[in-house]
């Protein structure tokens, strides 16, 4: 085993003075001795702060990861991933199958209702209120999906608030990232999405750019577009 | 000159509903012929065998979008002058730019009702 450097210092000052105290008569060696005595103190007290820097620096890595796992308890990545992704994933699915159910039978009845025979009036209209009251109730879905997707804002905002404080309390940062296949995809065939509270460019204002004769677009045409 | 309500025409979306919701305002106006695809590579594929007279389609689909769709449609020397209509969610300036200088003829945004797709067919195709 090696020993520790303050032990070594220790060793070297012990030989010294164990070398003074034989009675040397030697001026030089003498002088060469109490300097050496001199230098062991010196790395004794050199080692010794460093060790206490090293002790400290392991200490505070230790605190930091105690912290960290602290954290990452908090953080409850197991219920995060095992339930409430999950659960948050169903609720999704349920709503595409209920809005798709729901459409299913309006255009159904809708699509029926225009190719209804109108010979006989009394007959179309107990066809029509049939239908119309089918059309009604298949719109209930809205009430169901509004639930669903609430609960789905939940675990969102949950997710958020945890990670969040994780973040914070570990003074995470931001690292750069490379652009992944499908978002270059995305960038490069201009794919955004709906826009939150309607059509960024509104249908009169594209209706502008087109009304022009010309094939190209002119600058007047996007600054209109920006106005 | 009268627009030929039996020509056919490409309805392109990789939404069911959305299909046939333009399919039936295309029949309410009066179009007889419409054949769908349900993405861009689709309908490409579809246009080499017919000759659509207009083709609607709709911006974000997988694997071909709409916009590839249109530059594929205005690069092919056959195919190239088929009116085209983008019918989409897409609302910012930059995908309309885009698309008009891809030489799409008109541009719908989602939502929109049966006026407004009469309204631009009329402005690509004439009265009809």
Redesign the interface.
Known sequence: MVAAPTEVADKVKGAITSLKESNVRDRPLVEVLELSHQLADAMKFFFGSLDQTIQGEFKYIADFISKAKDEISDLCPNEISGERIPGASLELDAVVKDT?EA??TI?TE??TL?CAEIDDPAAYKEQVDAAMMRMIEACSFQDLTGQRVNKVVTTLRHIEERVSAFSEALGVQDNAREETAEEKRDRE???????ID??????DD?DA??GDAG???NQD??DA??D | MAVDMSMPVLVVDDYK?MI??IT?LLK?LGFENIEDAADGKEAFAKMQNNNYGLVISD??MEPM?G??LLREVRADDKLKATPFIMVT??????????A??A?V??????P?NAA?LKGKIT?VLGEF
């Open positions: 798709e459409t299913e255009m809708a699509e225009m065939q201009l794919l955004n999405g709906p826009a309607g059509p960024e460019v509104a249908q594209i750019l087109f094939d190209d677009v045409d996007i577009l920006f | 509903t046939r919701i039936n309410q911006w974000n979008t916009y590839e969610a897409e609302s910012k300036t930059e995908n309309v730019i885009a008009k200088k030489g003829n008109n541009y719908i945004v989602k929109f407004t402005a």
